[in-house]
């Protein structure tokens, strides 16, 4: 089975300040992990995702992730927040190698970023 | 491309009365998921398709929900009679393969509110 855990369901950071969202996995083999951002009223948009090659992975609006196995983390970063970002974000899991490989999603984290 | 089209956006219905929501994938993706969105619950996946064929409908939360494909262009989720609890943001994806660390795209939503 896997899961996904998001530490902190409400990040709040100042414009020009780092963003660190947490997102921590369980997988029995090795997984493809991904970062969606969704908007209000919007649907899920995909911010980057990891697929076994580079382990630090570069997306889209300046954000990136790195994957580290020994802690089975996928934690998503950017050096400076600006007041777009603001936006809920999911970390999301699919287990490599499954016939049908479902997403797994976290329960989402919301960023609110202040002036 | 259009992307993924939900259709409607919004929905008010009366309890006991059936809604069916629409979804149109990206052409050429083969893989069609339903995921439902409550605050409660999070993203759940309800249901998915590939090649038009129903896969795994595990997630559905009861038989008052089902879902069909009729072509490779076109599903539904029908909710029959509908329920208060019922209400949530209701959106479709599309994925062309699975497997391989592709990313859902994911439509804008279908907001239902059942009174």
């Known amino acids: 089975a896997q899961s996904v855990t998001q530490l902190g369901s409400h990040v709040s950071v100042s414009e020009g300040a780092l963003v660190l969202l947490r997102c921590n996995y369980s997988?029995?083999?090795?997984?493809?992990l991904f970062w969606y951002v969704q908007y209000p009223n919007q649907g899920l948009q995909l911010l980057l995702k990891?697929?076994?090659?580079?382990?630090l992975v570069k997306g889209i609006n300046g954000f990136e992730a790195e994957f580290k196995k020994s802690e089975t983390s996928f934690h998503l970063t950017k050096p400076s927040a600006h007041m777009s970002d603001a936006a809920e974000y999911f970390c999301?899991?699919?287990?490599?190698?499954?016939?049908?490989?479902?997403?797994?999603f976290g329960q989402g984290t919301i960023l609110t970023v202040h002036p | 491309d259009a992307g993924v089209i939900q259709s409607p956006r919004h929905e008010v219905t009366e309890m006991g009365q059936e809604v069916t929501l629409r979804c149109k994938p990206i052409?050429?993706?083969?893989?069609l998921f339903w995921y439902r969105q409550t605050m409660m619950r999070g993203l759940e996946l309800l249901i998915y398709f590939n090649n038009n064929v129903p896969i795994d409908d595990s997630g559905m939360p009861e038989d008052r929900f089902s879902a069909k494909m009729p072509n490779a262009s076109f599903s539904t989720l029908k909710i029959q009679p509908s329920e208060p609890r019922d209400s949530a943001v209701y959106f479709c994806?599309?994925?062309?393969?699975?497997?391989?660390?592709?990313?859902?795209?994911f439509g804008s939503g279908t907001r239902l509110t059942v009174v």
């Open positions: 997988s029995s083999v090795p997984p493809y």
């Open positions: 994806a599309s994925t062309p393969r699975t497997g391989t660390g592709y990313g859902y795209t």
């Open positions: 052409s050429g993706h083969d893989y």
């Open positions: 999301a899991v699919r287990s490599g190698g499954t016939s049908y490989g479902k997403l797994t």
């Open positions: 990891y697929t076994s090659a580079a382990t």
